[in-house]
C-alpha cells in the first residue's frame, strides 16, 4: 500500500495545523510522527486514514498500482489511539469475535487465540467496561496489529501501559507488522524508536 500527500493543509477556523505536507509512505516501512502536544500529529494521522479531509492538497490511496476509492480505504487499515472507543456492553470475546466480522486476523488467529496473546484468559467473560486502563490500551493494540491490515496506525500506543505492557507491545509489532506499512504518531522513544522513518510536524508549519 502506498499514501501520497501533495500539498497537504489542514485549518480549524482560523488556524492553521498544518501546511505544505508533501510525503509519501510505503508498504514494508515504518514511520514515526514526533511534535509538541497539540502540533498536530493525531491531525495528521487521520489524515492519513482518509478520516479527515484536508483543506487543501491531495492525498491518494494506492495498492499494487490500483487506486483505493476514499470511501474504500477503512477496508485497509486498522486504528488504534487513546481516544477510540470500545464497545464497553460487550465482553472480550463478544468485543473480538464483533471485531473480526469486520476485520478478520492474520495467520488463522482467532478469539480465543488472541485472548491468548492479551494474556486475558481469566477475562474473556469479563465486560469491557470493568477492564482497567491498561487493559483496555492492550485491547486496541492487539484488535489492530493482529487485524489483516495493509496500514496500521497507531498514536500514542503505550499509553496507560505499564513496563510488562510495554514489553508486550514491543512484541506484538516485531512479530506482527513486518511487509506492512506502520505508522506511529508519539513524544515516547519506546512507542516508536524501531522505525526506520522520522516525520517532525513542526517541519510543516510555514
Known amino acids: ?3 501520497e500527500l501533495q500539498g ?5 477556523r482560523l488556524e492553521w495545523i498544518l501546511r505544505k505536507v508533501d510525503l509519501q509512505l510505503e508498504s ?4 514515526a510522527i514526533s511534535g509538541p502536544n497539540g502540533s498536530g500529529k493525531s491531525t495528521l494521522l487521520k489524515i492519513l486514514a482518509g478520516h479527515l479531509t484536508p483543506s487543501r492538497g491531495t492525498v491518494s490511496f494506492t495498492k499494487a498500482g490500483q487506486i483505493i476509492p476514499k470511501d474504500e480505504v477503512y477496508r485497509h487499515l486498522c486504528y488504534a489511539a487513546p481516544y477510540v472507543e470500545l464497545i464497553e456492553e460487550f465482553t472480550l470475546k463478544e468485543a ?5 466480522g469486520f476485520k478478520p486476523f492474520v495467520d488463522g488467529i482467532g478469539p480465543e487465540e488472541l485472548i491468548e496473546i492479551l ?4 477475562s474473556r467473560h469479563k465486560m469491557v467496561r470493568d477492564f482497567s486502563s491498561g487493559m483496555r490500551q492492550r485491547l486496541k493494540l492487539a484488535l ?3 487485524a489483516e491490515a495493509d496500514l496500521i496506525i497507531l498514536d500514542e500506543p503505550t499509553t496507560n501501559l505499564d513496563s510488562q505492557g510495554v514489553t508486550w507491545y514491543r512484541q506484538l509489532i516485531d512479530t506482527y507488522t513486518r ?3 506502520l505508522i506511529v504518531a508519539s513524544n515516547v522513544d519506546v512507542d516508536f524508536d524501531f522505525c526506520q522513518k522520522r516525520i517532525n510536524v513542526l517541519d510543516f508549519k510555514s
Open 179 to 181: 511487509d506492512r506499512l
Open 8 to 12: 497537504i493543509a489542514k485549518r480549524f
Open 96 to 100: 473480538i469475535t464483533f471485531h473480526q
Open 144 to 146: 489492530a496489529l493482529c
Open 119 to 122: 494474556n486475558f484468559e481469566k
Open 1 to 3: 500500500m502506498k499514501i
Open 28 to 31: 514494508g516501512a515504518s514511520y
